[in-house]
């Protein structure tokens, strides 16, 4: 039986040195179901005067929660962890009713999720250092690692859960306080998440929400403040480059996990049946707004026909509808704005010789809905091959040796994820070791794992979540010489 969704029982206010609030200004912003186009909810709307009220409560929070031990930080962790898995129902429905994404698949988010949680409890307690001597013998080097300090933390819309989860994690791990802005498209999720963390006993201070409508302003507020001394970010590379200007300022520690290109390929001798499952993986998860979707297929000549029938005929098979209806396997996508992207670089493609396979269109009724779609004989100059496309888009370009794909793939500014399929180990590792990307997935779709460095290379991003170097991220450094 699928959870319903319950508006009475949301958090909608601002949540700094661990109590609710409204915004100074007394505004909220309206949230939207992308199923139904009907408002779901009014958030708190906060301004410059809550942003600084929250820097404020996380700086002084600091020190203490910085001496604070690593097993009381694990433990807390822990409580969040059990706590979201016992609420995995709940979460999972709100996530569908703002974001769209069927229930099965906010489930699995919530699992995922959870992991980060689970899997930084257990590095809060790993934090190391080192003890060497000089070169001279003079001196005894030990090195230790302290906080960051207080931390900007920004997530995007499309994983509301998974991406608070996976920067809220290591700060508590590493002993960092934090100013949180959640996206405004879906804030409903990550302020539930919060609530979770304050039932875990996270102490006041640590974790400050401000949810806004004016995201520059906020986070801008925060990064000139002074008090801040580490800023993550997921999203796009413009908003990126833009935070990283202004962390400059400070010289502030900085986090970058913004846009994505991944080429997915299929080599000559692949298993095609493997290729496909994989691509619906890489390609459908989330309805394909991901920054790890596979964005350009690139198929061996002599395999070309076989994987296009086949993957058009299980997209063609997919279900569309409301995810919080049981049996869909494919919801809408988030807004108009993205909506009208998608056909934009649909219609552009095919204009340029392209031809659809299946889709190609939206359905009729409310809701941003798109077709999952497979375009073939896709031209390079079509705008869909430089440009993310976060919609249930597959484009689909032949290719005739090795090399001819590897300079294609690595064509762009962008280097996240790329994806290979391919029967051969030493095919397997050349590709692995020439991909352009931070993360390979070799016969697989899925590259997210707590216990993997996820992160990107070029214009893809700066640093690693996850794995045992994503709590470095929130740590410095420290030197102590000792003579001897």
């Given at each position: 039986m699928n959870p319903s969704f319950d508006p009475s029982n949301l958090r909608t206010d601002l949540f700094i040195d661990g109590t609710w609030h409204k915004a100074t200004s007394g505004a909220t912003f309206a949230v939207e179901n992308p199923a139904t186009n009907e408002v779901i909810a009014h958030v708190a709307d906060g301004g410059p005067e809550d942003a600084v009220r929250a820097i404020e409560a996380a700086g002084r929070a600091q020190e203490g929660w910085a001496k604070s031990t690593p097993r009381a930080r694990a433990d807390i962790l822990r409580r969040a962890f059990e706590l979201v898995i016992a609420n995995t129902d709940k979460l999972a429905a709100i996530m569908t009713a703002e974001m769209g994404k069927p229930l099965a698949e906010a489930r699995g988010e919530v699992a995922y999720g959870a992991d980060m949680l689970r899997w930084f409890s257990e590095e809060a307690v790993r934090v190391g250092g080192d003890a060497t001597g000089s070169v001279d013998g003079n001196t005894r080097i030990l090195v230790t690692k302290e906080p960051v300090g207080p931390s900007v933390l920004v997530t995007p819309w499309n994983f509301p859960l998974a991406m608070g989860a996976r920067k809220i994690a290591p700060a508590v791990a590493a002993g960092c306080t934090m100013v949180f802005k959640p996206a405004e498209l879906t804030p409903l999720t990550s302020l539930a998440l919060v609530e979770l963390f304050k039932e875990a006993g996270l102490p006041d201070g640590v974790l400050n929400v401000v949810t806004t409508s004016s995201a520059s302003a906020v986070v801008r507020t925060w990064t000139d403040s002074g008090i801040a001394r580490k800023i993550s970010f997921t999203g796009s590379t413009e908003v990126g480059k833009v935070l990283l200007r202004q962390a400059a300022d400070n010289v502030m520690r900085s986090s970058m996990e913004l846009g994505g290109n991944a080429p997915f390929i299929v080599l000559a001798d692949a298993d095609i049946e493997k290729a496909v499952d994989g691509a619906m993986k890489a390609k459908?998860?989330?309805?394909?707004?991901?920054?790890?979707?596979?964005?350009?297929?690139?198929?061996?000549?002599?395999?070309?026909?076989?994987?296009?029938?086949?993957?058009?005929?299980?997209?063609?098979?997919?279900?569309?509808?409301?995810?919080?209806?049981?049996?869909?396997?494919?919801?809408?996508?988030?807004?108009?704005?993205?909506?009208?992207?998608?056909?934009?670089?649909?219609d552009d493609a095919v204009s340029k010789g392209a031809r659809v396979l299946t889709g190609g269109g939206r359905p009729e009724g409310p809701g941003y809905f798109y077709s999952p779609t497979v375009l073939v004989d896709v031209p390079t100059a079509a705008e869909l091959m430089s440009t993310e496309i976060f919609g249930p888009v597959a484009a689909i370009t032949a290719f005739d040796s090795e090399e001819e794909v590897l300079q294609q793939a690595n064509d762009t500014e962008w280097g996240l994820v790329g994806y290979v399929f391919t029967e051969s180990m030493d095919k397997a590792l050349r590709f692995s070791t020439e991909l352009e990307v931070g993360m390979v997935g070799i016969n697989t779709g899925l590259v997210s794992n707590p216990a993997a460095p996820f992160g990107g290379v070029k214009q893809s991003g700066l640093g690693r979540e996850g794995g045992k170097i994503g709590i470095d991220e929130f740590l410095e450094y420290k030197y102590t010489a000792i003579a001897v």
């Amino acid at each position: 039986m699928n959870p319903s969704f319950d508006p009475s029982n949301l958090r909608t206010d601002l949540f700094i040195d661990g109590t609710w609030h409204k915004a100074t200004s007394g505004a909220t912003f309206a949230v939207e179901n992308p199923a139904t186009n009907e408002v779901i909810a009014h958030v708190a709307d906060g301004g410059p005067e809550d942003a600084v009220r929250a820097i404020e409560a996380a700086g002084r929070a600091q020190e203490g929660w910085a001496k604070s031990t690593p097993r009381a930080r694990a433990d807390i962790l822990r409580r969040a962890f059990e706590l979201v898995i016992a609420n995995t129902d709940k979460l999972a429905a709100i996530m569908t009713a703002e974001m769209g994404k069927p229930l099965a698949e906010a489930r699995g988010e919530v699992a995922y999720g959870a992991d980060m949680l689970r899997w930084f409890s257990e590095e809060a307690v790993r934090v190391g250092g080192d003890a060497t001597g000089s070169v001279d013998g003079n001196t005894r080097i030990l090195v230790t690692k302290e906080p960051v300090g207080p931390s900007v933390l920004v997530t995007p819309w499309n994983f509301p859960l998974a991406m608070g989860a996976r920067k809220i994690a290591p700060a508590v791990a590493a002993g960092c306080t934090m100013v949180f802005k959640p996206a405004e498209l879906t804030p409903l999720t990550s302020l539930a998440l919060v609530e979770l963390f304050k039932e875990a006993g996270l102490p006041d201070g640590v974790l400050n929400v401000v949810t806004t409508s004016s995201a520059s302003a906020v986070v801008r507020t925060w990064t000139d403040s002074g008090i801040a001394r580490k800023i993550s970010f997921t999203g796009s590379t413009e908003v990126g480059k833009v935070l990283l200007r202004q962390a400059a300022d400070n010289v502030m520690r900085s986090s970058m996990e913004l846009g994505g290109n991944a080429p997915f390929i299929v080599l000559a001798d692949a298993d095609i049946e493997k290729a496909v499952d994989g691509a619906m993986k890489a390609k459908m998860r989330n309805m394909g707004e991901a920054c790890t979707a596979a964005n350009r297929f690139f198929v061996h000549r002599s395999v070309l026909t076989e994987f296009s029938e086949k993957f058009a005929k299980k997209m063609s098979e997919l279900r569309v509808g409301n995810g919080a209806q049981e049996g869909t396997d494919v919801g809408p996508l988030i807004e108009q704005k993205g909506l009208d992207k998608v056909q934009s670089l649909v219609d552009d493609a095919v204009s340029k010789g392209a031809r659809v396979l299946t889709g190609g269109g939206r359905p009729e009724g409310p809701g941003y809905f798109y077709s999952p779609t497979v375009l073939v004989d896709v031209p390079t100059a079509a705008e869909l091959m430089s440009t993310e496309i976060f919609g249930p888009v597959a484009a689909i370009t032949a290719f005739d040796s090795e090399e001819e794909v590897l300079q294609q793939a690595n064509d762009t500014e962008w280097g996240l994820v790329g994806y290979v399929f391919t029967e051969s180990m030493d095919k397997a590792l050349r590709f692995s070791t020439e991909l352009e990307v931070g993360m390979v997935g070799i016969n697989t779709g899925l590259v997210s794992n707590p216990a993997a460095p996820f992160g990107g290379v070029k214009q893809s991003g700066l640093g690693r979540e996850g794995g045992k170097i994503g709590i470095d991220e929130f740590l410095e450094y420290k030197y102590t010489a000792i003579a001897v």
